[in-house]
């Protein structure tokens, strides 16, 4: 080979490699021509990179979208929950206190009512006597 013809093939390959690497810059997003086929195998157009990235980018936006109402409505329900929890021991302490005090009434009732039979029997000669020989005292 010469140094004229090393240097034409030199010239034809830089020409044909610039008309790849123009096809691979200014090609089409999408379409056959999206894809330029080179000796290393096919290569992606630099819109159609752009095009995919943007299309993933807008799908996983989706998802994160989706994601976000998902773990708002899970915190609303989270709060809801403890909420009616909360409310649910406020209701079980006023229920102890109600019953505490339902206790003491009938307690109290009780003394009061042994009060009025002591009384009563104190008014009653008869029983005064008769609980006083059963004791022994007469």
């Known amino acids: 080979m010469t140094l004229q013809s090393d240097l034409n093939a030199a010239v034809a390959k830089v020409t044909a490699d610039g008309s790849l690497l123009h096809r691979i ?3 089409p997003a999408d379409g056959g ?19 995919d990235a943007e ?6 936006a989706g998802d994160l979208t989706e994601a976000v ?5 899970a915190d609303q329900a989270a709060r809801i929950s403890a909420e009616t929890a909360d ?7 006023l229920s102890a ?18 009060a009025v039979s002591v009384i009563s029997d ?3 000669p008869r029983k005064v ?3 006083q020989r059963i004791l022994g005292l007469w």
Do not use: C, M, Y
């Not at 021509?33 to 095009?51: C, N, Q």
């Not at 109402?69 to 409505?73: H, P």
């Not at 409310?87 to 302490?93: G, H």
């Not at 206190?97 to 042994?114: G, H, I, L, T, Y």
């Open 25 to 27: 810059v200014h090609g």
């Open 55 to 60: 299309a993933l980018i807008a799908n996983q």
């Open 69 to 73: 109402v998902s773990a708002q409505a």
């Open 97 to 114: 206190e109600a019953a505490a005090a339902q206790a003491v009434s009938n307690a109290a009732a009780q003394a009061v009512e042994a």
């Open 122 to 124: 104190a008014a009653n």
């Open 33 to 51: 021509d999206s894809l330029v086929i080179t000796e290393g195998g096919p290569v992606k157009t630099l819109a159609r990179v752009v095009a």
């Open 129 to 131: 006597f008769f609980r």
């Open 87 to 93: 409310a649910q021991a406020t209701l079980a302490a």
